[in-house]
């Protein structure tokens, strides 16, 4: 089946640890997001990748980093200097960038 | 800095009722609009896209409407039905942002027997 899948399900993380929440698809998308989302709220972007090799900032990139070594996985690094990293984590991917998005289950991420 | 808007809140009706949930935006310079379904502690499910250059788009039950002079989109849902209690998102990709949604902080739908 295609799709987006995204691990774990649920983390948990002690303050002042990084951790990395994976984003693979199989659909051979070449754009990739991250978006954020706090209860009652919407999404918010904080990296996306248009292109192997390449990727920009979204609006809340700051405690975040990212890696796009291969077309089809799309890390997302949460470090120590992100103050308030519990929340619900989605990646998307398009075929390119401006055309339909399709979401993965998401990651919740709680520090403990 | 695009901002998105949906209202209402939260909708609750009964089943077999006609409903709309509105998106608003504030630049008309979109590139398109897209709408979602999300079920409680669930990824997105898209629904309907429509770009920048149609007015509207439908599938089966829904139908989605963009009016960019208005900066405004409906879903329209007809025969609600209770499967159709989810949280529903729209999100607006900018004329320059290169795909990057922007998205309303949602409607919850409840629909009951």
């Known amino acids: 089946d295609g799709g987006i899948t995204q691990s774990p399900k649920y983390l948990f993380r002690k303050e002042g640890q990084n951790v990395t929440l994976s984003c693979e698809q199989n659909?051979?998308?070449?754009?990739m997001y991250w978006y954020r989302q706090d209860p009652g709220q919407g999404l918010r972007l904080i990296y996306y990748?248009?292109?192997?090799?390449?990727?920009q900032k979204g609006d809340i990139a700051e405690g975040y980093s990212v890696s796009r070594e291969k077309k089809e996985s799309f890390p997302l690094t949460v470090t120590s200097a992100q103050k308030n990293p519990t929340a619900f984590y989605l990646c998307?991917?398009?075929?390119?960038?401006?055309?339909?998005?399709?979401f993965g289950p998401g990651t919740r991420l709680t520090v403990l | 800095k695009q901002e998105v808007t949906q209202i209402p809140a939260a909708l609750s009706v009964p089943e077999g009722e006609n409903l709309v949930l509105n998106c608003s935006f504030t630049?008309?310079?979109?590139?398109?609009l897209q709408w979602f379904r999300q079920d409680p502690g669930k990824g997105l499910t898209s629904l309907l896209l429509?770009?920048?250059?149609?007015r509207e788009q439908t599938s089966g039950r829904l139908n989605a409407s963009l009016d960019k002079s208005s900066g405004r989109s409906t879903l329209y849902i007809a025969a609600s039905q209770p499967g159709d209690s989810a949280t529903y998102l729209c999100?607006?990709?900018?004329?320059?942002?290169?795909?990057?949604?922007?998205f309303g902080q949602g409607t919850i739908l409840t629909v009951h027997p």
């Open positions: 998307a991917s398009s075929t390119i960038a401006g055309t339909e998005q399709f």
């Open positions: 659909l051979n998308h070449d754009a």
């Open positions: 990748s248009q292109i192997v090799n390449d990727f």
């Open positions: 630049d008309s310079a979109i590139y398109n």
């Open positions: 429509i770009q920048s250059s149609q």
């Open positions: 999100g607006n990709a900018g004329g320059t942002s290169y795909g990057k949604l922007t």
